[in-house]
């Protein structure tokens, strides 16, 4: 599944300019896009056929629930992303994302985001997070 670190954990190279701290190594990028999301919102409920991305939290909080969709009679699994997590998704695994408060970050796919590209590959769901986890769920 998916896999969460802080950005602060990553390696980072400290001298009298200033810090870099590393995001990503090694990967191939098609999209890069800031999100912005309104509070009580909720995004994605989907999961993509190819396609991965990985998501910094730039400013806010998300309550991310995900599973394998092979496993969709199980409860997705809830993580909670501050600023500076870093998330990183796998393909084949659904995905919703909650906001509890105003909310900014940074997405970067494997894939190019254009509408084609993107709709090729995502597989959306058509129902709530209310629907799984019923008066649990704001």
Do not use: W
Not at 4 to 13: A, E, L, Q, T
Not at 57 to 67: A, N, P, S, T
Not at 90 to 95: A, G, I, S
């Amino acid at each position: 599944m998916s896999e969460i670190i802080n950005i602060k954990d990553n390696p980072s190279y400290i001298d009298d300019r200033g810090r870099i701290s590393m995001v990503l190594e090694s990967c191939q990028i098609g999209s890069v896009s800031i999100i912005n999301s309104e509070p009580q919102k909720t995004r994605a409920n989907h999961f993509h056929k190819t396609d991965n991305h990985v998501i910094l939290i730039l400013e806010g909080q998300i309550e991310m629930y995900e599973r394998d969709i092979n496993k969709l009679d199980q409860k997705p699994i809830k993580y909670i992303l501050n600023k500076g997590d870093i998330y990183k998704t796998e393909n084949l695994v659904q995905h919703t994302m909650f906001f509890p408060c105003y909310t900014s970050f940074l997405c970067l796919s494997k894939l190019p985001r254009d509408t084609k590209n993107y709709e090729n590959d995502t597989i959306r769901f058509n129902y709530s997070l209310k629907d799984i986890f019923g008066d649990h769920f704001p």
